[in-house]
């Protein structure tokens, strides 16, 4: 047995051991495949940030906790007698190899594109796609189904605007901010939780839209400022020296405009 099977099948035996009722671990045997879902979301994102920073051994790391939600998943299946690890990667090798016939066929492609397009044909064909290629609403719920929200609204929106649901000028994109705007202060103020809530996605798609007007990246954006806010948080308890529910809020108000400057000066 190869090095990478021997060492996929310890993880195997190892996950099998923390689900076993006769000496497991009690909060693994807890998960459902249902409790386990903000972990494989949080996991994924972690492998992405391990990406971008470009720190390898950071990378393997996060591959290595995505890849324990994966076999995780399957034996709480395998368990109710779903599906097993081996059909899942049995499943996903036959599916490459069907939509890759130009690497294990006979089909000749010149193009990255011809590639795209022969997938999605092949695509379609699998799942008896029927719908209406001239309906855009059944793709733009595949989007907000299998996308992160923000990058779901980004791509839902670009396709609308690519189809004519466009504002005339990025004025109208801002009215509309206004507008929702006012709609989300007059729901928390007299309206129901339900109502605020969907008061306050209908704001955040058209900051969504200003973003995509300006050629800016939403996901992008609130990601550097996490990190900005998290340096200086970081900052502000260093200088604090003892727990900030210590301080009053002007006392902390002027840490952070201290750790602000400081960041900024590359300090």
Known sequence: MSPNLTALQQLIDVVARLRSPDGGCPWDLAQTQQSLTPFVIEEAHEVVD???????????????????????????????GHFELAQVAQ???EKLIRRHPHVFGDVEVDTVEQVRQNWEQIKAAEKGDTEDPNKLAPKLKRYARSLPPLTAGMKISRKAAAVGFEWDTVN????????????????????????????????????????????LDPVEALQGTNRRFIQRFSQVEEAAGRPLSDFSLEELEALWRQAKAKLAAGE
Do not use: C, P, Y
Not at 53 to 78: K, R, T
Not at 177 to 203: C, M, P, R, V, Y
């Open 172 to 215: 109208g994109v801002w009215d509309k901010f206004e507008e929702e705007l006012s709609e989300l202060k007059t729901a928390i103020a007299h309206e129901s939780k339900a109502n605020q809530q969907a008061e306050l996605g209908d704001l955040l798609f058209t900051l969504i839209n200003i973003a995509r007007w300006h050629d």
């Open 91 to 93: 499943g996903i090798s």
């Open 50 to 80: 391990a990406i971008q920073m470009g720190d390898q051994a950071a990378i393997a790391e996060e591959l290595g906790d995505l890849l324990l939600q994966v076999v995780l998943q399957a034996q709480i299946a395998s368990e109710a």
